[in-house]
């Protein structure tokens, strides 16, 4: 039941700005750290950031600085604020939430398209 659903990604310049959003539909917001990831093709999923339900926030090291997520809890979804986007930024951004129940399961949206280039 539990579903992602990012939007928000486009084409934009270097030093352009983003803001990606994901509804989450299935599960309070509120209860669960969230967290966007990004992958580009030949390469492994990375993480990008993370909100905890306490709202604490965590950044992958290029991004600190540019990029902010924040939880909106009434809309139940969460955002990604990314400015001066570079081109090494450019990829699918994906939404994720793990919910555990016996073990770890890794609930994803269908991603997200961002690319940057002149």
């Known amino acids: 039941q539990v579903q992602l659903v990012e939007s928000g990604g486009d084409l934009v310049q270097p030093g352009g700005s983003l803001r990606l959003s994901c509804a989450v539909s299935?599960?309070?917001?509120?209860?669960?750290?969230m967290r966007w990831y990004r992958q580009t093709p030949g390469n492994e999923r990375e993480f990008v950031a993370a909100?905890?339900?306490?709202?604490?926030?965590d950044y992958e090291d290029s991004v600190k600085g540019r990029f902010t997520i924040s939880r909106d809890n009434a809309k139940n979804a969460v955002s990604l604020q990314m400015n001066n986007l570079k081109p090494e930024d450019t990829a699918v951004y994906y939404c994720n939430v793990i919910q555990f129940i016996t073990t770890a399961h890794f609930y994803w949206g269908q991603g997200t398209k961002v690319t940057v280039s002149t």
């Open positions: 299935g599960l309070a917001v509120s209860a669960y750290t």
């Open positions: 909100i905890t339900r306490e709202d604490n926030t």
